[in-house]
């Protein structure tokens, strides 16, 4: 059984269009995460959810709105996409540890907006 | 902010050569993972360490975390071709205020060539 799980692998849209992503983990983790990987292949955090709470929101367009109905779903919503969103989005989870708990990643979707 | 920076950022080596990716910091991290990532696939955890001069061996990896937990380094020897791949390293925060947070390194891509 796949533990971290996105849908869809590929993206592809028009600049201007609201897209959705979604992910579901069968860890019985209850923190998850989302990442945004550019061309560079630099990792970077976008939001974490513990327990469905909104934990981290680094500074993310408002365009971006994620949404976790229930703690193993973490969804996200982009807005009036642009060309810069292009990346790949990496959807992770874990269990709640002060020190950093070892994190578990979807296979990832990549988003190209044209 | 803490941050991670990784070196080298690209490596190319033969078969059956030895080399070391380091990962340094100004700040001290309550634990500090590895992880590998694959073309199309999310990072997946190597190794953590958590205390300060701990050396961990995973088969012909080893991991080091600096004496002061603010630096790390994986070493490999006689790399194989399946070595192949971004490697990554990710900082688990200190206090509770860090939450469940990892500041991930830039990645280094490591080509090893038959």
């Known amino acids: 059984d796949t533990a971290v799980s996105q849908t869809p692998k590929y993206l592809v849209t028009q600049m201007g269009n609201d897209k959705s992503i979604k992910c579901e983990q069968n860890l019985g983790h209850d923190t998850m995460y989302w990442y945004k990987q550019d061309s560079k292949k630099f990792l970077k955090i976008m939001f974490s959810y513990n327990n469905k709470e909104l934990i981290i929101n680094e500074t993310v367009p408002n365009r971006f709105s994620p949404k976790s109905p229930d703690k193993a779903h973490l969804n996200l919503h982009i807005n009036s996409l642009e060309l810069g969103d292009s990346a790949v989005y990496f959807c992770?989870?874990?269990?709640?540890?002060?020190?950093?708990?070892?994190?578990?990643f979807g296979p990832g979707t990549r988003l190209t907006v044209l | 902010t803490q941050l991670l920076e990784q070196s080298p950022q690209f490596l190319s080596i033969q078969e059956g050569e030895n080399l070391t990716v380091y990962c340094n910091s100004s700040?001290?991290?309550?634990?500090l993972q590895w992880y590998r990532q694959e073309p199309g696939e999310g990072p997946v955890l190597l190794v953590t360490?958590?205390?300060?001069?701990e050396v961990k061996k995973l088969k012909r990896l080893t991991f080091q975390f600096g004496d002061a937990r603010k630096d790390s380094s994986l070493h490999i020897t006689a790399a194989q071709t399946g070595d192949t791949g971004l490697y990554l390293c990710?900082?688990?925060?200190?206090?509770?205020?860090?939450?469940?947070?990892?500041?991930f390194g830039e990645g280094t891509q490591l080509t090893v060539n038959p």
């Open positions: 360490v958590v205390t300060g001069g």
């Open positions: 700040s001290v991290f309550s634990s």
């Open positions: 990710a900082g688990g925060g200190v206090g509770e205020t860090s939450g469940s947070r990892l500041t």
């Open positions: 992770a989870s874990s269990k709640w540890e002060v020190a950093g708990g070892v994190q578990f």
